[in-house]
């Protein structure tokens, strides 16, 4: 079993920066991808960002080139530096992490809140 544990989330005003870290701790050996997603009010968990094992990224378009996905293997931790947050980034981000690519799990979710 893999437990996660997230930080980070809180309210920023529009501009501002936050950092949200993810440690899994459990039967883990190695990960293959951490990632994070979010669901703002009435919409569906979208995907933010991934990193794999081999430090491959991926992120969505909405926010290319204003946060960054990184991660610490030998902690088994994932962060995401969110800067220029703007209103519509406002959602629970949550952790995914994946050993293998046909396992998943999920941490319990950080409110992010962006409003002046």
């Known amino acids: 079993q893999v437990q996660l544990v997230e930080s980070g989330g809180g309210l920023v005003q529009p501009g501002g920066s936050l950092r949200l870290s993810c440690a899994a701790s459990?039967?883990?050996?190695?990960?293959?991808?951490m990632g994070w997603y979010r669901q703002a009010p009435g919409k569906q968990r979208e995907l933010v960002a991934t990193?794999?094992?081999?430090?491959?990224?991926n992120y969505a378009t909405s926010v290319k080139g204003r946060f960054t996905i990184s991660r610490d293997n030998a902690k088994n931790t994932v962060y995401l530096q969110m800067n220029s947050l703007k209103p519509e980034d406002t959602a629970v981000y949550y952790c995914?992490?994946?050993?293998?690519?046909?396992?998943?799990?999920w941490g319990q979710g950080t409110q992010v809140t962006v409003s002046s």
């Open positions: 990193i794999t094992s081999g430090g491959s990224t």
């Open positions: 459990g039967s883990i050996f190695s990960i293959y991808a």
């Open positions: 995914n992490v994946k050993p293998i690519p046909t396992q998943t799990y």
